[in-house]
C-alpha cells in the first residue's frame, strides 16, 4: 500500500470516442499490461473494461468502453450501455480522437458526452500524432481548445506512448483527494474467463473479414485446472450462421487450429501457466438481437 496522506488522489476515468480511435490501446498503455484487446477493425471493444493504475500519488481507475456508434443491432445498444455506465460513473472523461479525423470530434460523441456530462472534468485526447507530421497537430489542437469545452487538450500517440506521462500527471493534477477505491495490488476486477474469451475473440477479429468477426462471440464453457498443471478451457465460438461456422472451422479444420494456438500463447502469457485450449464453433441465429443471447454471453451489465 502506498503512504496514503490527505494529498492521495483517487477517481474513475472514462476513455471514450469513436471506433478505432485507440482507446484500448491507450488503457493497455498506461497499464504497462495488455488489459483490452486491440485490432486494425473497429468496433473491436464490446464491453466496460477496467483496469487499475496505482502509484504513490493516486489510484486511477480507467474504463475503456466501445466505440460509440450508430446502434444496428441489440448488441450495439448494449454496447453503448456500457459507454454509458463508464460515463456516468467517471470523474474525469478523455473524449479520444484521432488527428486523421482532422481532430473535429464527432457529432454522436458530443452529443452523447458534452450534452449529458458538461458539468464533468471533460479532456480531448487526440491521438496517433506519431503517423501525422508534427506541426500538422497544432491546428488541430488549436481548434479544439478555442471550443472552450475541455479542460485540457492533449496530443498522444498511444502506440508509440509519446506525452502519456503528461497525459497521466495531468489526469492526477484534476482528480479529487481520496483513499484507492480498489485494493492496490490488483490490475482489474474481471474474471479471467473474460479476458480468455477476450483473447479468442481477438484472434478471430485479426483473422477473418466481412461479417465474420461482428457475428462472432466467445462463450467459455468449462476452465479448471489439471492435476498434471495448467489450465484446461473449453471454450465455444458462438456465430449467427452456417455459412460463418464454416469459415471459422476452415478446411480440414485449419483455420480454427489457427485461432487456437494464437489464442493459446496469448492467454498463457496472460495467465502465465500452460493452457490446454478446446474450442468448438456454434451456431446461434441471430444472437445479436436477442436478449436473452445477449446475457448468456455476458452482454450485459454487470456480468463480465
Ligand atoms: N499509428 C498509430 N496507431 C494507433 C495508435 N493507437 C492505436 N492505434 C491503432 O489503431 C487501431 C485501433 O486501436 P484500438 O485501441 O483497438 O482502438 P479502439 O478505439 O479501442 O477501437 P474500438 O474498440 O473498436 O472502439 C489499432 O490498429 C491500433 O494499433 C497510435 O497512437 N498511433
Ligand atoms: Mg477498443
Do not use: C
Amino acid at each position: 500500500m502506498p503512504a496514503l496522506t490527505s494529498e492521495f488522489k483517487s477517481g474513475y476515468v472514462a476513455i471514450v470516442g469513436e471506433p478505432n480511435v485507440g482507446k484500448s490501446t491507450l488503457l493497455n498503455a498506461l497499464l504497462g499490461e495488455k488489459l483490452s484487446i486491440v485490432t486494425a477493425k473497429p468496433q473491436t471493444t464490446r464491453q466496460r473494461v477496467l483496469g487499475i493504475f496505482n502509484d504513490e500519488r493516486a489510484q486511477i481507475v480507467f474504463l475503456d468502453t466501445p466505440g460509440l456508434i450508430k446502434p444496428k443491432y441489440l448488441l450495439h445498444a448494449k454496447m453503448l450501455e456500457f459507454a454509458d455506465w463508464a460515463l456516468e460513473d467517471a470523474d474525469l472523461i478523455l473524449i479520444m480522437t484521432e488527428v486523421g479525423k482532422q481532430g473535429t470530434l464527432p457529432s454522436e460523441v458530443e452529443e452523447r458526452v458534452l450534452k449529458r456530462h458538461a458539468d464533468k472534468i471533460l479532456f480531448a485526447v487526440i491521438n496517433k500524432v506519431d503517423a501525422v507530421y508534427k506541426p500538422h497537430v497544432l491546428p488541430v489542437m488549436d481548434k479544439l481548445i478555442r471550443r472552450n469545452q475541455f479542460r485540457e487538450v492533449i496530443p498522444i500517440s498511444a502506440l508509440k506512448r509519446q506525452n502519456l506521462d503528461d497525459l497521466l500527471n495531468t489526469i492526477i493534477r484534476y482528480l479529487p483527494n481520496g483513499n484507492p477505491l480498489y485494493p492496490t495490488d490488483i490490475l482489474s476486477e474481471h474474471p479471467e474467463r473474460f479476458f480468455v474469451s477476450e483473447f479468442i475473440r481477438e484472434k478471430i477479429f485479426e483473422r477473418f473479414s466481412q461479417e465474420v468477426p461482428y457475428s462472432t462471440a466467445v462463450e467459455i464453457r468449462e476452465f479448471k485446472e489439471r492435476e498434471t498443471g495448467g489450465a484446461y478451457i473449453l471454450a465455444d465460438i458462438v456465430v449467427e450462421r452456417p455459412t460463418q461456422k464454416a469459415i471459422l472451422i476452415g478446411k480440414h479444420g485449419q483455420s480454427l487450429k489457427e485461432v487456437g494456438s494464437a489464442a493459446r500463447e496469448e492467454i498463457e502469457r496472460f495467465l502465465q501457466r500452460k493452457v490446454f485450449l478446446e474450442l468448438f464453433v456454434k451456431v446461434r441465429e441471430n444472437w445479436r438481437d436477442k436478449e436473452q443471447s445477449l446475457r448468456n454471453l455476458g452482454y450485459h451489465m454487470g456480468k463480465q
